[in-house]
Structures are given as structure tokens and as C-alpha cells.
């Protein structure tokens, strides 16, 4: 299957200024020649295929979106390669432009002042997009973003939610073959996520726009990704599904049982599992799924034990992101590379 996007070593260094103190300070700067070299984006390689959504995630300053910034030709790298759609960013921005789209959560790419149809106007002049195309594609939108809600009013009048709306839409009107999105629902609330979750499911689906979706929110992966890559110190530390993720990283699942009364005086013999809480009659036993199913677990504990009601807990995506975090940051603490350069 043909790859949409391919990066190979790609590596993005900083130089960042260590500021000299003291008298006359501010102007000694100027002349100021001594750098720290940040590596932003550590030699990464992935490919990403026609029709995929990728989730993109880390903890802040991991290095995404300087990654992003790579793959949309905002920023030059400093080696390695990357092409999108088989253009190099960087050297061909404009024909590149035409096959991306982009949405940043943090900041709109449109005109603050100017009613939304008409930002929708001068793209459609922008991009060159012929009048049969256009059409169709704000009709699609209107619909599946009730776009008509707000169209007229100017964007610094609408709200969180129905930015990110005509945000997605604007990125998508000149029907782009790869979508970029950076955190596309940050800060709006559980029904408008879910709007733009699905609208974001359905353009893949059905138009087949390949996806990269950087966000913080778990949820977002869940519904919407197949893969998700994780980056932390520049470095891609996991590149998988994430049931694989689960099964890797996931280690234990709970079962919950409810006793019967007067049963808790009967202690629970249970050689893979172990009680990890208990409150009145419920008890949580965690589990290696390796090692015994919740299935066995239940028979063992019904031999001696009447069981009013069970219930198995997942690893939670989120519990298990936090610990690949936390241990990847203590393996960056030990190999932080910061050359002093005196140039
Ligand atoms: N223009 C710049 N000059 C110097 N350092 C930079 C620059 N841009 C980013 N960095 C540094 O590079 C690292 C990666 O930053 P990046 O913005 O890519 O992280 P991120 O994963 O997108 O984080 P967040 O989730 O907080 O947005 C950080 O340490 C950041 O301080």
C-alpha cells in the first residue's frame, strides 16, 4: 500500500541562547554567542499509509509538534528526510500546500474579523479551487457541521466549539489528501468533542483523508485511532495499536465481585489473583490475563462463595500512556545530551 507520508531520521535541533548576567546584561546579550543545542525531534523514522489516522501523543515538549511543523514545511530540518505526499515540505511549499490541511487547536488559521463564509471565499481564491468542488464540499460541511449555525457571523464572535467547526472545514475545502491536527478538541465540552470526532471518523472514512491527530486527550485516540505513535525526548518511544499497546503495556485487569453477605469471613484462596480493595461486600482482585481468566477466577471463587454480581475492568489507555511517560522521562533524564557550543 502507497505511503502518504515517510520520514526517515528526521532530527530537528534548537540553538538556544544561555544569557549572560550582570551588569549592563540586556546589552551583552546582543553580542551574545553562547548556545545550549536543544534536540527537539531525535532521529525519528515512520511511515504512515493512504487512508490511515494515526494518533500522535506525548507529554509536553516531547517534540510533536516541531514534528508537525517538519511534515507541513513550517520548519526546515536540521537532517534526515521527510516527504508528504511525495514532496519534500520544505523545498516545495506551495504544491505541498495544496495536498495538506491543517488545524491547530491553539490558533485559527482564519481572519479573526471577517464573517466565516467569507474566510471560506478568499481560500477558495487562495487555493484555486474550481467553483463545482467548492460547492460540494461547503454543502457537505453545512451539513455535517452545521456550519449554517454561524456562517455569517465573524470568527472572534463564535464559540470554542464552533471555531474547531469551521476551523476543520476551511482545512478541508480544497480537498487535501492528508489532514494535520493538533489538538482539534482541546477545550471544548463532551457534545461538541464527540461532533468533531465523528465529522473527523467520516472524512476519513468515506473520503479516505489520511490523518495524523496530535492530542492530549486519551479519548480521542480511543474513538478515532487504529495507531498511535508515541514521542517523548524527540524520540518515538511506541508505534502500534492499541490493543497491542494494551497487551504489551496493559498488564493487570480487575474483576470486581459482590459476595454474599456473610461470606467475607471465608477468606478467598486464589493463587493468581490478588485483593487489591475492598468496601462492604465488593471486593477487587487484579489479574494477569496471562495467567487465569476471568472466567477461572469466578469458578474458583463460586466453589465456596455465592457470587451476587461481577464485573471486569479494562487497563485503562490512560493509566498505562501516564506509566509509558513516566518511565520514558526517567530514561531521558540519563541520556540528556546538551552540547555547549561557543560559536
Ligand atoms: N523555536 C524554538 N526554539 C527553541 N526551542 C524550541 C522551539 N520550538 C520548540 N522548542 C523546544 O523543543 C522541544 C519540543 O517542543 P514541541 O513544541 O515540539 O513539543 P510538543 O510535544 O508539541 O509539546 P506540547 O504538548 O506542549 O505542545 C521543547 O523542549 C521546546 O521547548
Given at each position: 500500500m502507497e505511503h502518504v507520508i515517510e520520514v526517515r531520521e528526521l532530527r530537528k535541533e534548537f540553538k538556544r541562547l544561555i544569557p549572560k548576567e550582570g551588569f549592563l546584561s540586556s546589552i551583552r546579550n546582543l553580542w551574545n554567542t553562547n548556545y545550549t543545542v536543544h534536540t527537539a525531534v531525535d532521529n525519528i523514522s515512520f511511515q504512515v499509509k493512504k487512508g490511515e489516522l494515526v494518533g500522535y501523543i506525548g507529554p509536553n515538549g516531547a517534540g510533536k509538534s516541531t514534528s508537525i511543523k517538519m511534515l507541513t514545511g513550517i520548519l526546515v530540518p536540521t537532517s534526515g528526510e521527510v516527504k508528504v505526499a511525495g514532496r519534500v515540505p520544505y523545498l516545495e511549499r506551495k504544491e505541498h500546500a495544496k495536498n495538506i490541511g491543517v488545524v491547530f487547536g491553539q490558533k485559527t488559521q482564519l481572519w479573526w474579523d471577517i464573517p466565516v463564509i467569507e474566510s471560506f471565499r478568499v481560500l477558495k481564491t487562495i487555493y484555486k479551487i474550481p467553483p463545482t468542488v467548492y460547492k460540494k464540499n461547503l454543502d457537505l460541511f453545512r451539513e455535517l457541521l452545521d456550519l449554517h449555525e454561524f456562517e455569517h457571523q465573524p470568527v472572534r464572535q463564535l464559540s470554542l466549539g464552533q471555531r474547531m467547526r469551521a476551523d476543520l472545514a476551511a482545512a478541508l475545502l480544497h480537498d487535501p489528501q492528508i489532514l494535520f491536527l493538533d489538538e482539534p478538541t482541546i477545550g471544548v465540552d463532551v457534545l461538541a468533542k464527540e461532533r468533531l470526532r465523528a465529522f473527523i471518523r467520516e472524512i476519513n472514512r468515506e473520503r479516505g483523508v489520511t490523518v495524523l491527530l496530535t492530542t492530549h486527550d486519551m479519548t480521542d485516540i480511543e474513538k478515532l485511532c487504529n495507531r498511535m505513535m508515541i514521542i517523548d525526548g524527540g524520540r518515538i518511544l511506541y508505534d502500534g495499536s492499541i490493543d497491542d499497546l494494551k497487551k504489551r503495556f496493559g498488564g493487570e485487569r480487575t474483576l470486581i465481585v459482590e459476595l454474599d453477605?456473610?461470606?467475607?469471613?471465608q477468606p478467598l484462596d486464589l493463587p493468581h489473583a490478588r485483593i487489591t480493595r475492598q468496601e462492604g461486600r465488593r471486593m477487587w482482585l487484579a489479574f494477569d490475563k496471562d495467567l487465569v481468566t476471568a472466567s477461572e477466577l469466578m469458578l474458583q471463587i463460586a466453589q465456596h462463595h455465592t457470587i451476587r454480581d461481577v464485573t471486569v475492568e479494562e487497563p485503562e489507555i490512560e493509566a498505562i500512556v501516564r506509566q509509558i511517560y513516566e518511565q520514558g522521562l526517567n530514561e531521558k533524564e540519563e541520556r540528556e545530551r546538551v552540547a555547549v557550543l561557543d560559536i
Open positions: 453477605e456473610g461470606q467475607l469471613a
